[in-house]
């Protein structure tokens, strides 16, 4: 079993930057891939990016390349998301997830339906 516990989520100006950060329980972080995916209201939910289980491969959906960057510390059990150059569209409730894919295809990350674990999730507003 692992739990997972967001932070970092809050109101931010439009170009602004925000850093989310995941908190896992459990002895085996290294062995699970990480995931963020969010949630807009009245939209389904979406990948946003994903990381390998040693953090040497990323994952990224298009609408945030070269604006967000997915990290992990495995020795603290935690998973982060730099979010840069926000816009309105990004607004959505993000949630980290847990799967135990650690490497592989990057179909395998984009996939909720391969994450096993999720977090309860954190508002992400960005508003002029």
């Known amino acids: 079993q692992v739990q997972l516990a967001e932070s970092g989520g809050g109101l931010v100006q439009i170009g602004g930057s925000l850093r989310l950060a995941c908190e896992a329980s459990g002895r085996t972080f290294s062995k699970y891939g990480m995931g963020w995916f969010r949630q807009a209201p009245g939209k389904e939910r979406e990948f946003v990016a994903a990381?390998?289980?040693?953090?040497?491969?990323?994952f990224y959906a298009d609408s945030v390349k070269g604006r967000f960057t997915i990290s992990r510390d495995n020795t603290k059990n935690m998973v982060y998301l730099q979010m840069n150059s926000l816009r309105p569209e990004d607004t959505a409730v993000f949630h980290c997830?847990?799967?135990?894919?650690?490497?592989?295809?990057?179909?395998?990350?984009?996939?909720?339906?391969?994450?096993?674990?999720w977090g309860q999730g954190t508002q992400v507003t960005v508003s002029s």
């Open positions: 997830a847990a799967t135990t894919v650690t490497s592989g295809a990057s179909i395998y990350f984009t996939n909720s339906d391969k994450y096993v674990y």
């Open positions: 990381v390998s289980g040693s953090g040497n491969t990323t």
